[in-house]
């Protein structure tokens, strides 16, 4: 039976995976193959990297611990946080990863997303879309550079056209939801998977077992993702299957 | 040693990682001697049915792996390398499979809400238990993607089949030729036992 997907988000910085209590404050945890390798056993579906100060000198850093986790988990993994072209991407995939997450790049430079569908394949160009509520609540808004600059463009727009332009998967993060724990943004969830055909993974706000089981059943999303619940150890994957599971949501366990 | 052909396919290297990871000692190349004097081959494969056999025609590793299959070496197709083994793809009309194998490669319908391309974990059933499915549990998960499915002429050869709106033929295997069109590679430990198992083959 085709199952949903359970993914935890790892932020990665200088090569090694951080808590963020806040953004100022990273704290290490661990070698980023390392916990990979620790939610592979729990039984995470898939791994999300986020690079999130990935720029042109680290490059190589980036590299090596991509090369790292591939060596020692075998389960599809994504990498984001600064990859700008075509070229970042054969490098990466190259290394091992399976997909890559792109945002800001995606945004400037839409072409980006075209060409890497055309070279790699759709299934391995995830677009990541940072959204908030707009102020006169008609919608939400587009953000760039981790949810600094907004672009004032609908995202659910945004989410379709970069469909049209061959993104194999949407990662959805509510800026409102997320760190909050009340929830995932059903709404705005929902408003983009009715408006795509492709996969929605919903991010921004868990915090209870229940929130997972919504976005998944009640908004069409395909995955959920979660970062902090997961670290901290507030849930355990295995423990969210089981919940899905015991509410008629096909989920591997 | 074990050869995993290379022909710009895209999954390579993580193909190359998991064998290494269970002690093998791999080589990826498309020199026909080197592939010949293995003891076991994998063709690998993620893209377009069309370009990957006139990528295979431009290195005549067409004829490599015709010859593979001829001497029963034991050999693994996976994913794109399933679909190449067999007479050709709606994906791709008007071009000829390698035809080592009768059926077709179809494009799996859209309709009924499911997602084409079908991305993620889906459970196997077992018509013919395999050798590649050795010591597994009933119906474990393995990792798909794709968009086109095998239907098999012959469904004797026909190991597993997964459930997306149609029934598709998941693996097959006909002497030491063993085919799949999900992904062992990230598969998790499930894949890594499919792996060994076929490793075992090769080891006779």
């Keep these: 039976m085709y199952t949903k997907r359970v993914i935890p988000c790892l932020d990665v910085k200088d090569g090694r995976v951080v808590k963020c209590v806040n953004f100022l404050n990273p704290r290490d945890a661990g070698e980023p193959a390392e916990v990979a390798a620790a939610y592979d056993r729990e039984g995470a579906d898939e791994l999300v990297f986020l690079d999130i100060n990935a720029s042109a000198d680290s490059r190589a850093t980036q590299l090596e611990w991509v090369r790292r986790v591939a060596g020692k988990v075998f389960i599809p993994f994504t990498v984001g946080g600064g990859i700008r072209t075509v070229d970042d991407f054969k490098a990466i995939l190259r290394e091992g990863a399976d997909k890559i997450a792109v945002n800001s790049a995606a945004i400037m430079n839409p072409r980006l997303i075209s060409d890497a569908a055309e070279k790699f394949g759709s299934q391995c160009v995830v677009v990541a879309i940072d959204a908030k509520r707009r102020a006169d609540n008609s919608g939400w808004n587009i953000f760039k550079n981790g949810g600094r600059v907004d672009m004032e463009m609908d995202a659910v727009e945004w989410a379709a056209r970069a469909e049209r332009l061959g993104a194999g998967e949407i990662l959805l993060t509510s800026m409102d939801g997320d760190g909050t724990k009340d929830g995932y943004d059903l709404e705005l969830t929902r408003a983009v998977t009715k408006s795509v055909n492709i996969p929605v993974i919903a991010s921004g706000g868990a915090g209870k077992l229940e929130h997972f089981y919504d976005a998944l059943e009640n908004a069409g999303a395909e995955a959920v993702l979660a970062a902090s619940l997961f670290h901290y150890g507030e849930l355990e994957i295995r423990q969210v299957k089981e919940y899905l599971r015991s509410r008629g949501v096909s989920v591997r366990l | ?204």
Aim: charged share 20%; glycine share 10%; with cysteine.
């Design chain 2, 1 to 204: 040693m074990i050869a995993i052909i290379d022909y710009d396919a895209g999954n390579i290297r993580s193909v190359e990682k998991a064998l290494a990871f269970l002690g093998e000692n791999p080589v990826v190349t498309r020199d026909a001697a080197e592939i010949l004097g293995a003891d076991g081959v994998i063709l690998p494969g993620v893209g377009a049915f069309g370009d990957a056999m006139q990528k295979l025609q431009a290195y005549g590793l067409d004829e490599t792996v015709r010859t593979c299959v001829d001497r029963n070496m034991p050999f693994l197709g996976i994913c794109l390398g399933l679909q190449l083994l067999f007479e050709g793809s709606e994906e791709s009309p008007g071009v000829e499979g390698l035809h080592v194998l009768d059926g077709r490669i179809v494009k799996i319908p859209s309709e009924g809400g499911l997602k084409v391309p079908h991305i993620g974990w889906n459970s196997l059933q077992f018509p013919n238990r395999g050798r590649l499915f050795e010591n597994l549990n009933e119906n474990p998960y393995v990792y798909f993607v794709h968009s086109f499915y095998l239907q098999a002429a012959d469904e004797s050869i026909v190991t597993a089949t997964a459930d997306y709106g149609v029934q598709i033929h998941a693996s097959v295997e006909k002497g030491n030729l063993f085919a799949c069109q999900f992904h062992p590679e990230k598969s998790s430990d499930v894949g890594m036992q499919i792996l060994m198992n076929f490793i075992k083959a090769v080891r006779g």
